[in-house]
């Protein structure tokens, strides 16, 4: 299984939190994201974000581009705040039920301490540098999750990318 943890894109300065729509350059550099994927050759089964409409507008700029065959899923245990357990406990179940690879569109701090829980890390908050939007890669093995790869700026910065794009 591989799990794309996503930041969301940058959004305006408004008052109320839940409902800040992304700036039009946070639009643009969600689109630009999903355009990468696509060209990385990147399926996700299906994409889910946080009840922030935020969180939302980035998911849908990436599905356009990657259109995930179980479609967007907001889910509640995404909010910045909250304790990476369930949905630690929610991505393992989806991998026992088969989904191969699922896209996490959400916030800081909650994201890097699911990452910092799947990578069994002690303290994950500065762990990860995740730009608006970043997306960091986590693939589970029979070993564990392991993370391949942090895009930045729409820029990879391992030999994930290489290696995804290696002719076979």
Do not use: C
């Given at each position: 299984?591989?799990?794309?943890?996503?930041?969301?894109?940058?959004?305006?300065?408004?008052?109320?939190?839940?409902?800040?729509?992304?700036?039009?350059?946070?639009?643009?550099?969600?689109?630009?994201?999903?355009?990468?994927?696509?060209?990385?050759?990147?399926?996700?089964?299906?994409?889910?974000?946080?009840?922030?409409?935020?969180?939302?507008?980035?998911?849908?700029?990436?599905?356009?581009?990657?259109?995930?065959?179980?479609?967007?899923?907001?889910?509640?245990?995404?909010?910045?705040?909250?304790?990476?357990?369930?949905a630690a406990r929610a991505?393992?179940?989806?991998?026992?039920?088969?989904?191969?690879?699922?896209?996490?569109?959400?916030?800081?701090?909650?994201?890097?301490r699911l990452a910092g829980?799947?990578?069994?890390?002690?303290?994950?908050?500065?762990?990860?540098?995740?730009?608006?939007?970043?997306?960091?890669?986590?693939?589970?093995?029979?070993?564990?999750?392991?993370?391949?790869?942090?895009?930045?700026?729409?820029?990879?910065?391992?030999?994930?990318?290489?290696?995804?794009?290696?002719?076979?």
């Open positions: 299984m591989t799990i794309y943890l996503v930041r969301h894109a940058e959004a305006e300065p408004t008052p109320q939190d839940d409902q800040r729509p992304l700036t039009p350059e946070g639009a643009a550099a969600a689109r630009a994201v999903g355009e990468k994927l696509k060209r990385m050759g990147v399926k996700v089964t299906a994409i889910w974000h946080s009840p922030k409409l935020r969180a939302l507008q980035t998911a849908q700029a990436i599905a356009k581009m990657l259109k995930p065959g179980k479609g967007l899923a907001e889910q509640s245990f995404l909010d910045p705040l909250d304790k990476p357990g369930p991505l393992r179940d989806a991998a026992d039920a088969g989904m191969a690879h699922i896209m996490v569109v959400g916030h800081l701090p909650h994201l890097a829980k799947l990578l069994k890390w002690k303290r994950a908050v500065d762990r990860i540098d995740f730009s608006k939007p970043g997306v960091a890669i986590i693939e589970r093995g029979k070993d564990g999750w392991v993370r391949s790869a942090l895009l930045r700026d729409t820029n990879f910065h391992t030999d994930f990318y290489r290696r995804l794009m290696r002719p076979k």
